[in-house]
């Protein structure tokens, strides 16, 4: 399967990163206390394959850079700091929306 | 870049602690693209500047470049250095040690990217993931990455998931909910055209981003209320999604097609969607070969980012 999907890979550079409100989990992952037993195991398996396949922490690594938001900002940083400028440049959806 | 060099330790420690890190996507500068044109200036700049000095340079590639704007070393993707962790990293240390620069701590704190801050505050903000998954024993999960993640072994679309942020006006998000009054029996069909507004999401990691080239062949959703509890309504979700999305630019008649599964809870006044979840049930993506690529998607409702 996996070797199938390399046959696509081009330049990876796909997305990452969740922002979810702890609030949004606890909420999303509680199941009423009315509903049948069926309906409250089924709301139970759509919260945790919801949970399940969001980003982890480790695909979440691009976060932990400290991006500048533009060229304009990155030389006068540099300036400013007297460090050099590490400029990506790159095709598709821009890499702060996290899809491509 | 990001499965690879961008998730490797020792790459991140060295752009944060002394170089300035930014990147610009060249769709972004195209013209009507939302670069502003002193961003594509510079891009272009430095790119000539780059050819100029007689180094490599392409439209994706990695420039090292003094504080002055005068590119040193350039590491275009293919010439296999930028996406390799290894190579990347000894470029950079080589320019540290030319430019004599110290460390020091980043100049931008790292922050992760919480989705756009909504146009009303009447808006539901949803979250929509994607990502490929394989079997193990009777359950399809996310690949397991944790051993490749950072080297040059993980490039490959397979190895991180995808993210979109949706905003639903409340002239869409109501169009979710029953036009007449609600029952503990009540059932409905929630409008179909703001229900694309996240199903087109729901493709896997592929070059191609582009939604107006997606086609939807088949959506249907239909709702049905489960409970009513203190003014509290929760209705289970069920639908049907067959959309055809190009893995490239160009048609490559592969498709989307799965079932959805997610409950929606919403005021009985019809005053808010509380909680919306939706979630992929056995969805494949392909058609072009006679592997049928399994993957998963999921849609929440989020807080908006202050």
Redesign the interface.
């Known amino acids: 399967m996996k070797s199938n999907l390399m046959v696509f890979a081009v330049a990876s550079c796909c997305g990452l990163a969740a922002w979810i409100n702890p609030g949004e989990i606890d909420r999303t992952c509680r199941v009423l206390g009315s509903e049948p037993e069926a309906s409250q195991h089924d709301a139970a398996r759509v919260h945790r394959r919801a949970a399940d396949w969001q980003p982890t922490r480790e695909e979440r690594a691009f976060d932990e850079i400290g991006w500048a938001k533009d060229i304009r900002e990155a030389l006068r940083l540099a300036k400013q700091h007297g460090r050099p400028v590490f400029l990506f440049t790159y095709d598709g959806a821009n890499l702060t929306c996290y899809r491509c | 870049?990001?499965?690879?060099s961008?998730?490797?330790?020792k790459v991140?420690d060295l752009?944060?602690g002394?170089?300035?890190?930014?990147?610009?996507?060249?769709?972004?500068c195209r013209e009507g693209g939302p670069a502003?044109p002193?961003?594509r200036e510079?891009?272009d700049r430095?790119?000539r500047a780059a050819l100029e000095a007689g180094l490599d340079a392409g439209?994706?590639?990695?420039?090292?470049?003094?504080?002055?704007?005068r590119p040193?070393a350039t590491a275009p993707?293919n010439r296999d250095v930028?996406?390799d962790p290894v190579k990347l990293a000894e470029l950079?240390e080589r320019?540290?040690r030319e430019?004599g620069?110290t460390k020091?701590e980043?100049?931008?704190?790292?922050?992760?990217?919480?989705?756009p801050k909504p146009v009303s505050p009447d808006s539901l903000m949803v979250?929509v993931?994607?990502?490929?998954l394989?079997?193990k024993g009777e359950e399809l999960?996310?690949?397991d990455?944790?051993a490749s993640?950072?080297t040059k072994q993980?490039?490959?679309?397979?190895?991180?998931?995808?993210?979109?942020?949706i905003e639903l006006g409340k002239d869409d998000w109501l169009k979710l909910l029953p036009a007449d009054d609600i029952g503990t029996d009540t059932a409905w069909q929630p409008d179909t055209k703001v229900a694309a507004m996240m199903l087109h999401?729901f493709y896997p990691?592929?070059?191609n981003?582009d939604l107006a080239k997606n086609r939807m062949d088949e959506l249907a959703l239909s709702a049905k209320v489960?409970?009513i509890?203190d003014g509290v309504v929760?209705a289970?979700v069920d639908g049907h999604l067959r959309m055809k999305h190009h893995?490239y630019h160009d048609d490559d008649n592969n498709f989307v097609t799965t079932d959805v599964?997610?409950?929606l809870e919403f005021d009985a006044g019809k005053k808010g969607i509380?909680?919306l979840?939706l979630?992929t049930d056995g969805a494949t993506y392909g058609g072009n070969?006679d592997?049928l690529?399994?993957f998963?998607?999921?849609?929440?409702?989020?807080?908006p980012?202050k």
């Open positions: 870049m990001r499965t690879s961008f998730s490797n330790a991140i752009l944060n002394y170089f300035v890190p930014v990147h610009i996507s060249n769709d972004d502003p002193e961003e510079l891009r430095i790119y439209t994706v590639c990695a420039y090292l470049v003094t504080p002055e704007g040193v993707l930028a996406a950079m320019v540290i430019l620069v020091g980043p100049l931008v704190r790292p922050l992760p990217y919480k989705g979250h993931v994607t990502r490929y394989e079997r999960v996310p690949y990455v944790s993640l950072g993980a490039i490959g679309w397979g190895n991180l998931p995808s993210e979109s942020w999401h990691p592929t070059e981003t489960e409970s509890d929760r289970r893995f599964v997610g409950y509380r909680s979840v979630v070969t592997f690529h399994p998963g998607a999921a849609v929440r409702s989020v807080a980012p």
